[in-house]
């Protein structure tokens, strides 16, 4: 219904329910991924589904992309809800824990059906990202 005196119209909640277009199908979209080259310092990487500059889900679970850590799709849920893996991971240095994060979470939607708010709760209880360090290369200023 149109309002005069302000010129716009008023739509009532069941029109605009009404009126709202479907959202694209899954798998529409391409998901960007990273595609830096990265040696292979160990085991070759299953079939890469998501890729990001240190690690990628895979047919298998989630991987860096060096080849030298690998984390089972079986094992995705291990110790949750007290403790996860990006918890556990942001223990070690050499780590993008938000890298890891945001692989973690698209391994989990792809390899495994939980409740959103478990997870949530715990990525809430991670530590704040730690200020990256960048070594000085020789004869920079």
Known sequence: MADPDFGFVLVSGAEMLANLKPKPHRNSGK????QTPVPCRGEPLAEIWWRGKQWAVTADGIECLDGCYCI??????Q?????SWPEHMATKGWVDTDEFATAWLVALALHTRRD??????????????????FPR???EQ
């Open 137 to 139: 290369f020789l004869g």
């Open 79 to 83: 110790d949750l809800p007290a403790y």
């Open 31 to 34: 998901i960007e991924t990273d």
């Open 72 to 77: 089972d799709k079986n094992r995705l849920l």
């Open 116 to 133: 959103a708010s478990t997870i949530r709760n715990r990525l809430a209880m991670l530590p704040p990202p730690r200020p990256r360090i």
